[in-house]
């Protein structure tokens, strides 16, 4: 058994290697693990994660808590995809 494409989404984090040894903290650390989870599921799922973070950070507060799955990058993205017109979804 291959573990190829979980050492493949880890690559750009062994490049701060040295860096995430000083952490500063348990809890800089446990921040760090949670955004890079984050980013690494929304890359999973051909999002862009910039877009997807700016996106839930603005809506979150807003949203009742009964609608926080639509906030899944998974649920995100086939939210925005049925909002785009036909033509755009042909392009």
Known sequence: MSNN????????IALGRRNWTFA???RGADRAAVML??????????IDPKA???DV??????LPVSRL???LP???KRLRDAEKP???QAA
């Open 5 to 12: 494409a979980a050492e493949r989404a880890l690559r750009g």
């Open 24 to 26: 500063g903290s348990q």
């Open 37 to 46: 989870t984050l980013i690494t599921t929304a890359r999973l799922n051909d």
């Open 52 to 54: 997807w973070l700016a």
């Open 57 to 62: 950070l603005a809506r979150i507060a807003d």
């Open 69 to 71: 799955p639509e906030l």
């Open 74 to 76: 998974w649920e995100w």
């Open 86 to 88: 036909a033509d755009q």
